[in-house]
């Protein structure tokens, strides 16, 4: 469930990551070749450093952690209801019920709320 978990995750945020740290990087190449002073070479330099081992823990080292040590699935209203899980049938349908009236903008009694 975990391996799925962190698979998904990195299918999903795995490209906008690279993305981001491919833009900073070729950002950074320019004040790197362009800078005349010491001190924007210096710092062009090791904010690539820090992107580069910021790319490398995100996509390696992060999925591979959370998918060894990462949080307990998170079971939905039906495994709840099927299992008896935490708060039962009724503690999972409540909530759901709470969550979507206060979407749909209903309050108590299915009465829609006063615009404030």
Same mark, same amino acid.
């Given at each position: 469930?975990?391996?799925?978990?962190?698979?998904?995750?990195?299918?999903?945020?795995?490209?906008?990551?690279?993305?981001?740290?491919?833009?900073?990087?070729?950002?950074?190449?320019?004040?790197?070749?362009? /800078?005349? @002073?010491?001190?924007?070479?210096?710092? /062009?330099?090791?904010?690539?450093?820090?992107?580069?081992?910021?790319?490398?823990?995100?996509?390696?080292?992060?999925?591979?952690?959370? @998918?060894?040590?990462?949080?307990?699935?998170?079971?939905?209203?039906?495994? $709840?209801?099927?299992?008896?899980? /935490?708060?039962? $049938?009724?503690?999972?349908? $409540?909530? @759901?019920?709470?969550?979507?009236?206060?979407?749909?903008?209903?309050? $108590?009694?299915?009465?829609?709320?006063?615009?404030?």
């Amino acid at each position: 469930m975990r391996d799925e978990r962190a698979r998904d995750a990195l299918k999903e945020m795995g490209r906008p990551i690279f993305q981001g740290g491919i833009s900073s990087l070729l950002g950074l190449v320019l004040l790197y070749i362009g /800078a005349s @002073s010491y001190i924007f070479v210096v710092f /062009a330099a090791l904010l690539m450093c820090v992107i580069v081992l910021g790319l490398l823990h995100a996509i390696f080292v992060l999925p591979v952690l959370l @998918s060894l040590f990462g949080p307990a699935p998170v079971l939905s209203v039906n495994d $709840e209801a099927g299992h008896g899980g /935490a708060g039962g $049938e009724e503690g999972g349908l $409540e909530m @759901s019920q709470t969550i979507a009236t206060k979407r749909s903008g209903k309050g $108590e009694g299915g009465k829609s709320r006063p615009d404030d």
